[in-house]
Each structure stands twice: as structure tokens, then as C-alpha cells.
């Protein structure tokens, strides 16, 4: 993340406008004393558009202004009485201190920490949900992430938690992290994203503490002074010598909490920010591109991990049309281009090369989620045959290792390329859910000098061995129908193609609903099989298409399969019933 933080005596605060409110991040407490306070808030403070007469002029004020000015905000946030209620527990900087302030240089968004928030509105905001988080919204065990909140008062994301502590009752102090949102569809979706990084802290937090603790309690072990000691509940804050409200930094032994804090909250905010953006979607998204974007966002938010917990500058994310993201899926950045020789060109190349009888082989097996292992010294063709063969399945069904020197296991990969010098396991040659082919390069001379004016025939030959004894000549269904589109010479190769990419939405479809009926809604044998004859997928090669279809349910986006387990918990309910 690349920000300039800068320390409190450098902070001007009377210059920052008025936030325009995405989210905002408070670490709440409930005091024995006091009952729920708010400890710490960061909030994101968006730089204002200047006007053409403010364009490259100077802030005014100096910095003795700017001093005057941070007390007058600072005080606007808390009242006398509000002050006078404070106990150590419940206060994390004074009303004197500035607060933190982070800069990103990318945006100019400001990161503020204090107390409080500068906004009385956002105080309320922040302030009911610091209450319902400590008392009533709470999941059972009172520890762990819960959701709540309205339109009016903004939606939370709350995560409870224990800090021990020698001197409280239980030996334990409850706090909580809340991010409040006016955007309830942004909380909801970054409930993963929050979880994990709010975990983080908590842990740490958590384990710094228990070391305070441990070391408290073998210096004076305070249950046997409990248990030793006249119990009076209304002086029992004051039998622990007044120390019954303890600051955070106290139990935890960090000088610099506050600040560490403040850079947590605010890497969040900026990171939390940049995961959710809009994708360009070229009509209605299919299931490849719903799967595709998903890999894209797990791989942006690795990356944004890694540069949390490096501290370097954040990477933009790189956002890509429906076409883009499919492309690159296919033909895996261009890696293919890097190898010399031939290469298949089409779907229908790789038809001719193999023969007819070899090809509806090996594309039956690509179907029914075989492992598909080609072995050969040209990793480069390999990679083009996997590239076309790839194109047959759901986006979601490919996992593909395009070359290695050793063998991987069929839950790794379906699409496996070997180096001519790996042996095959035996429990894999004698599998009838693999298909071996070997690549045997034909003594012509030159390889690649010949590969320039001749075809692949003339300088390869394709072994398929499968001890698999099942026809496939009958089905799948899709199969017959991919068959004729590339039989059919009258159409172009990116007609086939299109084609291609119709008839693998058919099919998505078909399993949407037969995953729906089987899986969400859970009926039984005979009802399924009546959808089967409705999706057409009975009758001649029916076997072939009920195990395409089971295949293809493990392809289908985590989207869609949430939507669907949402719909069911959200109350929907058969007709029947």
C-alpha cells in the first residue's frame, strides 16, 4: 500500500473537507464502568475537486492555525460530560492528540484515526453500531463475525472478540470490530475478504495479550486473591486496587498500538476498496466468465495480501472484458507462442491430425472428465493440443498442468503433459478414466527446420492406448453434435467456435437445472430421471450424458451455487408443500 503516514505533530486537520463516506472501520469496547464505547475509528477522507479559482493556489493558514483548528475538531467530537464519563478503559487517545493521518499518493484519499469521527452524523452512525455490536447483535458463544443494520443507520459487519486480562471479571475483556457501510451489497460480498484480515488482527491482538496475562498471573495469581478475599459487589471494581478499567496498551504491552492499528484499518479500507470495482460484461455473463472473474479476484486479493504483509505499493487491478478473460484462459498468456515448431491451429486440426476414430476418443474422455495425459518432447505442440481441447469443456471443469516431469494425480489435473522420459504409475495405465497419448517424434532430420514446410503428420505420430472398453460411438449427445459442426467444411473455424460456445451454454444450462432439482432441492431417483427425459438427455447415449452432466455440476461458479443455497435459506419452498 503505498501511503506517507504522518506523525500527529504534522497533521493539519482543518484542511481536509468532508469525507464522502464508503466505509469506516472502529474498534469498539464494553467497560465494566462505562457499558459499550467507542475506542478507535478510521474513516477515508476523499481530496475535494478544486475550482478553477483554487486550481494551484496555496492552503491558507499557518501552522499555529492549523494547530487551533485540530483542537476545535477534536473537541467538537466530545463534550464535557462525555469526557468526564471516560475511564482508562474506555479512552485510546486523549482530546489533545491530533490523531494519524495516512496520504495515498495514488488517489490523494486520506486516512484519519481517532477516537471518534469528525462528523456528528457519523458519530451517531458509529455509536449505535458500537452498541448493538456489545449487546444484542451478537453470534452464539458471543465470539465471531455477524451482520446487521438498515438503510437508515447504515449496514455493519461486526466481529466480536475476548482480550484477557487478569484484573477483569472472567479474567476477559470484550471487544469488537465493526466496518459500517451505507452499501449493503459491498459488506455482504466482502464478508470473506474482512474475515480473514480481521482475523489477523484479533490473533494478534489476542496472542500479544495472553502473554501480559501469563506473565501477570505468575507474578500474582489472582484467583487464589479472588477466592481468598470478601466478595462485596458494590465495591468490587475498587478491590482490585482501581485498576478495574485497563487501556488496551496495558494489556497488551504495545506502546504503539494505536498506530499499528491505524495502518491496519487503513490498509483495509483502501484494499477492501479496490477488490470490489466493475467488470465490463459483454451481454449476460456466462458461467465460464462468472468463473473466470472469481479466479481473477482470488488471484488480486493473493496479490494484495502479499503486498499487505510486504508493505509495499499496491498493484492496480486489471480489469478485462468478457472476450479478454476467455482468451487468456484459453491460451494461458500467450505461452504456446514461446515454444518453436508446429502447433494446431483449430479444433478441427487437431480432427484431421488425430483421425476421426482418435479424435471422438479422446474428446470422449476430455467430456466425461477424464484424465487426459499427452507425453512427447515438444511441449509446444502439447500445449496447442490442450489449448483446442480445453475449448470442450467449462471453464470451471479445466485443471491443467501443460507440462511437467513427473507425474500428478488426476485430483490435480485433467489435462496432464508429460516429457517423453516419465513413466506412468500402473494403478493409472490400467484406469479406464485416463487416456495416454504418446507423441513419438519421426526421424526426419531437423525437427524444427522441416516444421517451417511440412505438416504435423509428417513429423509426428499419435499413440492413444485407454483400457477403457465402453463404446463411444453412441454419445454423448454433445459430442454428435460438436462432431457435425466440424465435419461440416462449409463452415468457417470461427463459425465452429461460435458454435461451440452455444452448444456448452445449452449444456451449462441443462446442468444448472438438473443441479437445482438433485442437489438444492434434493428429490429422489424417479423424479430425476423425469427431468433427464425433459432435458433431453435420455435415450441413446444416455449413460454418457447423465455422467456428463455430474461432471460438468463441478464446474459451475461459486455465484451461482450461493445464489441458489441463499434462495433455499431465504424461505422458497416447493409447490407442493
Not at 112 to 134: D, I
Not at 193 to 202: E, P, V
Not at 338 to 365: C, E, I, M, N
Not at 549 to 560: H, I, Q, R
Request: with cysteine; glycine share 8%; hydrophobic share 35%.
Amino acid at each position: 500500500m503505498c501511503m506517507a503516514t504522518r506523525y500527529p505533530e504534522a497533521i493539519p486537520l482543518q484542511r481536509i473537507t468532508a469525507p464522502v463516506m464508503n466505509a469506516l472501520v472502529a474498534l469498539c469496547h464494553f467497560c465494566e464502568l462505562h457499558g459499550p464505547r467507542t475506542l478507535f475509528c478510521t474513516e477515508a477522507l476523499h481530496p475535494p475537486s478544486p475550482t478553477p479559482s483554487q486550481a494551484g493556489a496555496p492552503i491558507p493558514g499557518d501552522r499555529e492555525s492549523d494547530r487551533e483548528g485540530e483542537g476545535l475538531t477534536m473537541r467538537a467530537n466530545s463534550s464535557a460530560t462525555q469526557r468526564g464519563d471516560m475511564c482508562e478503559g474506555c479512552r485510546s487517545l486523549p482530546a489533545s492528540h491530533p490523531g494519524f493521518v495516512s496520504v495515498d499518493s495514488e488517489t490523494g484519499i486520506r486516512f484519519l484515526s481517532h477516537q471518534h469521527p469528525r462528523q456528528p452524523q457519523l458519530f451517531s452512525v458509529v455509536r449505535q453500531a458500537c452498541v448493538r455490536s456489545l449487546s444484542c447483535e451478537v453470534c452464539p458463544g458471543r465470539e465471531g463475525p455477524i451482520f446487521f443494520g438498515d438503510e437508515q443507520h447504515g449496514f455493519v459487519f461486526s466481529h466480536t472478540f475476548f482480550i484477557k486480562d487478569s484484573l477483569a471479571r472472567g479474567f476477559q475483556r470484550w471487544y469488537s470490530i465493526v466496518m459500517v457501510a451505507m452499501d449493503r451489497i459491498y459488506l455482504i460480498n466482502s464478508w470473506p475478504f474482512l474475515l480473514r484480515h480481521l482475523r489477523l488482527t484479533i490473533q494478534s491482538l489476542q496472542s500479544t495479550a495472553l502473554k501480559v496475562f501469563d506473565s501477570e498471573q505468575c507474578v500474582c495469581p489472582q484467583r487464589a486473591v479472588r477466592m481468598n478475599s470478601v466478595f462485596s459487589p458494590a465495591v468490587f471494581p475498587h478491590q482490585r486496587s482501581g485498576n478495574a478499567a485497563r487501556s488496551l496498551p496495558s494489556l497488551t504491552q504495545h506502546t504503539n498500538l494505536w498506530a499499528s492499528l491505524h495502518s491496519s484499518f487503513s490498509w483495509l479500507l483502501k484494499a477492501c476498496g479496490s477488490r470490489l470495482t466493475e467488470k465490463l460484461l459483454e451481454g449476460a455473463p456466462t458461467e465460464d466468465t462468472l468463473v473466470l472473474i472469481e479466479r481473477q479476484t482470488e488471484q488480486e486479493e493473493e496479490m494484495s495480501c502479499w503486498e499487505g504483509a510486504e508493505g509495499g505499493g499496491s498493484r492496480p487491478p486489471c480489469h478485462q472484458s468478457e472476450s479478454e478473460l476467455y482468451r487468456d484462459f484459453l491460451f494461458d498468456e500467450g505461452k504456446a507462442e514461446g515454444y518453436p515448431g508446429p502447433k494446431f491451429r483449430s479444433l478441427r486440426h487437431l480432427r484431421q491430425v488425430l483421425g476421426t476414430t482418435d479424435f471422438r476418443q479422446l474428446a470422449w474422455h476430455v467430456l466425461m472428465g477424464n484424465q487426459v495425459i499427452l507425453r512427447g518432447a515438444d511441449p509446444g505442440l502439447i500445449h496447442s493440443a490442450f489449448t483446442m481441447l480445453k475449448a470442450l469443456l467449462p471453464v470451471g471443469c479445466v485443471r491443467s498442468v501443460t507440462y511437467s516431469a513427473q507425474y500428478e494425480e488426476a485430483y490435480r489435473c485433467n489435462f496432464l503433459g508429460l516429457s517423453p522420459d516419465v513413466p506412468i504409475p500402473t494403478h493409472v495405465s490400467s484406469s479406464e478414466f485416463s487416456v495416454l497419448v504418446d507423441v513419438v517424434s519421426l526421424e526426419r532430420g531437423s525437427l524444427y527446420s522441416a516444421a517451417c514446410g511440412e505438416d504435423i503428420l509428417s513429423l509426428y505420430q499419435f499413440n492413444i492406448s485407454s483400457t477403457n472398453s465402453q463404446p463411444t460411438d453412441k454419445g454423448p449427445t454433445l459430442l454428435n453434435k460438436i462432431e457435425v459442426a466440424l465435419s461440416n467444411e462449409n463452415l468457417s473455424v470461427d463459425v465452429v467456435s461460435h458454435c461451440l460456445l452455444c452448444l456448452k451454454e445449452e449444456w451449462m444450462n441443462k446442468v444448472k437445472v438438473l443441479f437445482k432439482f438433485s442437489k438444492v432441492d434434493g428429490r429422489g431417483r424417479e423424479d430425476t430421471q423425469k427431468v433427464l427425459a425433459l432435458l433431453g438427455a435420455t435415450g441413446p447415449g444416455e449413460e454418457d450424458n447423465v455422467r456428463l452432466l455430474k461432471f460438468w455440476m463441478t464446474g459451475l461458479s461459486k455465484t451461482y451455487k450461493s445464489h441458489l443455497m441463499t434462495a433455499v435459506r431465504g424461505g422458497e419452498r416447493p409447490l407442493s408443500q
